[in-house]
Every structure is written in structure tokens, then in C-alpha cells.
């Protein structure tokens, strides 16, 4: 779809709705994103298909291009985000084009959420994604984005995964926010077991996002025929 060498300069949205419309006709999208600094001009790219539209700005504007969502809403598709990251949200202004913005997803989770004991941002996204696509009719074409926030602290991962992933490392330290910006600001000396730790707690943090992703398009596909989903999955890491 976008190819190894293609850069965000050279996406070209206008084709994307005669692509997913006509060409491939899928009865569902799923975007599944990791989403591009917001400092470094680009943030918008893979919204709107053309970095640096508000010139390296904080907020996608109302008034300007036409975004994804609202280009396939426009074809007859019913569109849904399902954001885990506060930075991809209404805040600054990514829900443009979107019938549903599903709340309470953010990491860290709402006030008052039940501990669940990890990270879980991952099972919450797509929980909430299951969720209303069961509640649109069968035949209703539809496009969905998430986002979840694995690829970045705390790197916190359920009790199965931690400890396949760390086994036979002699350090305890842990991937909260703290420590990872402790490092990063100089505050925090890491010694080489304990960098190999945090390596293998961004691995298994990874791998719980994975696994929840296979499960949901397992179930998101359920009933669909070859060629009717369409999965992009993207990462500026």
C-alpha cells in the first residue's frame, strides 16, 4: 500500500478513497498507527497524506485538508477512533472525521479505572474497537483507527509475558516513567544487566500488543469474505 521506501512527503491521499472504494472495496478498515512526533512537523501525515500542513503546528486546524476519516466517511463508511494516546485525540484536533472518538482509553488510565495490575492500554483499545463494530449493522462498510501506546513507558507488561521475557536477568529494575526519564535525564545510572532488563520489558510489552491485536482482528473479521478487511499497521519507532 505504501511501499518500504515511501516517505510521508510522497503519500498521496487524494488516491486513497478511489483505492479503498473502488479498487479493493473492503467492508472494513483497520488503521492500526503509532503515531509520528508532534514536534517535528509531520504529525499530521498520515491523517492527511500531507506533512507539514500547519507548518510544524500543535493542532490539526478545522479548516484544513480533508483527513482520511473524512474522506472514506464521505464514501459510506461509518469511522471510529480508538485512541490510547492523549496526543492522537480531540485535544488537538485528531477526531476530525470521526463518528465515534471512544472515551476512557488514554494511558495513564481514567481516575477512578480498577487497577488491573500492567499496561493494559493495549486490551482497552481494542475492546472498545470490538465493541462498536458490533454494534453497526453487518453490511455497514466501516473504518476504524487505533492507537495504543506499548512503544512507549512504562514498559509494564502482564505477569506471563514479564516473565518469559526477563528470565535469567539478574536485575529487578523496572520500566516505570520514573526510571525510563530518570535515565534519560542522567538521573538514573543503569548498570548493563539492568539496560538488558528494560530492553526485554519493551519487548514483552510489545508482544502483549500483538497478541491483543491478533485477537481482535480474529474476531473483528469473523463473517467477512476475501478481501472484504483491509489491515494497514504503521510505527514511527
Known amino acids: 500500500f505504501f511501499g518500504a521506501e515511501v516517505k510521508a512527503k510522497d503519500l498521496d491521499l487524494d488516491a486513497v478513497p478511489d483505492l479503498l472504494v473502488y479498487r479493493v472495496h473492503p467492508t472494513l478498515v ?25 507548518q ?9 485538508p480533508s483527513t482520511l476519516a473524512e474522506l ?21 484536533g485528531m477526531d476530525r472525521g470521526f463518528d465515534f472518538d471512544a472515551p476512557g482509553l ?24 470490538r465493541s462498536w463494530l458490533l454494534q453497526l449493522p453487518k453490511d455497514q462498510p466501516a473504518f476504524l483507527y487505533l492507537h495504543t501506546i506499548h512503544q512507549h513507558n512504562p514498559y509494564d507488561p502482564p505477569p506471563d509475558l514479564r516473565a518469559r521475557f526477563t528470565a535469567g536477568i539478574s536485575s529487578l529494575i523496572e520500566g516505570s516513567t520514573e526510571v525510563v526519564r530518570g535515565i534519560d535525564r542522567g538521573r538514573v545510572h543503569p548498570k548493563a544487566a539492568d539496560r538488558e532488563r528494560l530492553r526485554r ?7 502483549y500488543n500483538d497478541r491483543e491485536l491478533e485477537t481482535f482482528l480474529a474476531d ?18
Open 30 to 54: 483497520v488503521a492500526s498507527l503509532e503515531w509520528l512526533s508532534l514536534r517535528d512537523g509531520l504529525s499530521k501525515a498520515l491523517f492527511t497524506g500531507r506533512p507539514l500542513v500547519t
Open 56 to 64: 510544524g503546528g500543535w493542532k490539526l486546524p478545522a479548516d484544513g
Open 72 to 92: 472514506v466517511r464521505a464514501a459510506g463508511y461509518r469511522t471510529g477512533l480508538f485512541s490510547g494516546n492523549e496526543n492522537v485525540s480531540k485535544t488537538f
Open 106 to 129: 488514554k494511558d495513564p488510565p481514567e481516575p477512578g479505572a480498577p487497577p488491573v495490575g500492567f499496561n493494559d492500554n493495549a486490551a482497552r483499545v481494542y475492546r472498545a474497537a
Open 201 to 207: 520489558l519493551y519487548a514483552a510489552g510489545l508482544a
Open 220 to 237: 473483528a473479521t469473523v463473517g467477512y469474505g476475501p478481501g472484504e478487511v483491509a489491515v494497514v499497521v504503521t510505527a514511527d519507532h
